[in-house]
């Protein structure tokens, strides 16, 4: 079955940086476009980036743009999601996804804080 498990999360101080990580299994990881979302407290889910199965063709959303980058290793089933230059807006629970066979899959989500 598809699964999605994401780890990297934790307490940070503004303008600091993190990296999230994404181990997939139960599909086929190569063709397959990621895509990582987050949901702040009180807040709708929102996108966060994308990348194609490739990694030749990213998007951002408008808030991250220039400071997160999207990333994959075919070879580990990974995908990567490095956020620089944090703010305390970014605090969120991040969340790993995919779309297959007519719907999303998401991974129980992995808790950003940033705090001074």
């Known amino acids: 079955q598809v699964q999605l498990v994401e780890s990297g999360g934790g307490l940070v101080q503004p303008g600091g940086s993190l990296r999230l990580s994404c181990a997939a299994s139960?599909?086929?990881?190569?063709?397959?476009?990621m895509s990582w979302y987050r949901q702040a407290p009180g807040k709708q889910r929102e996108f966060v980036a994308r990348?194609?199965?490739?990694?030749?063709?990213?998007i951002y959303g408008d808030s991250v743009k220039g400071r997160f980058t999207i990333s994959r290793d075919n070879a580990k089933n990974t995908v990567y999601l490095q956020m620089n230059r944090l703010k305390p807006e970014d605090t969120a629970v991040y969340y790993c996804?995919?779309?297959?066979?007519?719907?999303?899959?998401w991974g129980q989500g992995t808790q950003v804080t940033v705090s001074s």
């Open positions: 990348i194609r199965g490739t990694g030749d063709m990213t």
């Open positions: 139960g599909f086929t990881f190569p063709s397959s476009v």
């Open positions: 996804n995919t779309f297959l066979f007519s719907r999303d899959y």
